[in-house]
Structure formats: C-alpha cells, structure tokens
C-alpha cells in the first residue's frame, strides 16, 4: 500500500502549504491517515490525523493554521496550513497509522516532500 | 502532553555487538502505546516495533523491544551495517502523540 505525495516545495512567508498524499491499493477505511513532519537535522513532529470520516485530531501547537482532510471517493487525504513562516521549514511526510488491539503504529511513509519557506 | 526522553543521544557501536536504546516517558503508558522507528539519511522512517515488542513486517529477530510504564527498551543484537541510523520512539496513549528526539547509533 505505497503512498505518493505531492505539493509545492516552496513557499514565501504568510503563504499556505497544501500538500497532497494518495494511497494506493489496501483498505482506506481503518486505519489514521497521518502527517509529520521534520525540521533540517532535527527530529520528528507528529502534525496531526484524519481517519475515513473525516475525524481529525491536530498537534495543539498547530491547530490555529491547520486542516487535515480526506477524499475517500479518490482514497486521497490532505494538508493545509495556513500563515507560514521559516519554522515551518521541513520535510514532510504522510503514513498510514494503526490502532490495534496488540499495538499502534504507523506502517507505511510516504516518500516525503521538502518544504522550503522564504522570508 | 507526555514527552520521551531517549538515550543516549548517540551510541558508538562496533557491527556484531549488541545495541540497547532507552525510551523514558514523562508518565506510564500502556504496553499497547509504544512504537519505535529506525530513519536513514535521506529516507522516511521505518517502524520496527509496535505494542512494545511486536515486530513490524520484515523486521527480524535480533531486533527485539520490551518495557513497560515508564521504562522501554529498544534491542538489537548482532549489529549489521543496515542497523546504523537514526532511532526514534513514539507514544500513542495521549494526544499529542509525541516523538523522543531519537538515538543515532553510529559505527
């Protein structure tokens, strides 16, 4: 069940980061289709979740400028965030999250898309 | 939120010997809520382990976790050249669901 994503890698500051991940073969309902991201040389930030209906949960540092959606009649989800600045300068990736009974994960990462925000 | 210590920040290791990762979370969390993922440079993370000690597809069984409550570990025996990367935990018992800053593990 690869993931492809896609979006602009480059941005002016104040502008809005639209990013798109498509998810290909495998089950759409089920699992939390999720957003991370990671700043040059620094760790992971988990951004936030969408599952099959549209429930979300957002990173509470992020929430103000954020939106995660999804498009299930083309098994897609998406990105939006609002106002950005250099901070938001990162790579960012898309992954198929999973609650379990014996265990959560997320199994499967998209190939990842470098943002770069320009003052 | 809960926030992960990991250490060491850095563990220099010779391939064939036997690597132990630490995850410390700021309170208890279910065995259910643990995961650990391993990153290489320019590549998008892996998950290795779930619930604790599950392993994920693919993974094999020198790469082993334990724990509970406050207290993870991260093992892998038999070091090989792949297993030379960037290591990371992850918390699913309370949102935010919080990252460590990661272990790199280094020749």
């Known amino acids: 069940v690869p993931l492809q994503q896609w979006g602009a890698g480059v941005l002016k500051a104040s502008e809005t980061l639209s990013l798109t991940c498509a998810v290909y073969g495998g089950s759409f309902s089920g699992y939390y289709w999720t957003w991370i991201r990671q700043p040059p040389g620094k760790g992971l930030e988990w951004i936030g979740e969408?599952?099959?209906?549209?429930?979300?949960n957002y990173s509470p540092s992020l929430r103000s400028r954020l939106t995660i959606s999804v498009d299930t009649s083309k098994n897609q989800f998406f990105l939006k965030l609002t106002s950005v600045t250099a901070a938001d300068t990162a790579d960012y990736y898309c992954?198929?999250?999973?609650?379990?009974?014996?265990?959560?994960?997320?199994?499967?990462w998209g190939q990842g898309t470098t943002v770069t925000v320009s003052s | 939120e809960i926030v992960l210590t990991q250490s060491p920040g850095t563990l220099s290791l010779s391939p064939g010997e036997r690597a132990t990762l630490s995850c410390r979370p700021s309170q208890g969390i279910g065995n259910t809520y643990l995961a650990w993922y391993r990153q290489k440079p320019g590549q998008a993370p892996r998950l290795l382990i779930y619930?604790?000690?599950y392993r994920a597809t693919g993974i094999p069984d020198r790469v082993s976790g334990s724990g509970s409550g406050t207290d993870f570990t991260l093992t892998i025996s038999r070091l090989e050249p792949e297993d030379f990367a960037v290591y990371y935990c992850q918390q699913f018992a309370s949102s935010p669901l919080t990252f460590g800053p990661g272990t790199r593990l280094e020749i």
């Open positions: 992954a198929r999250g999973f609650r379990w009974a014996e265990g959560n994960g997320m199994d499967v």
């Open positions: 619930g604790t000690s």
């Open positions: 969408v599952d099959h209906s549209g429930t979300t």
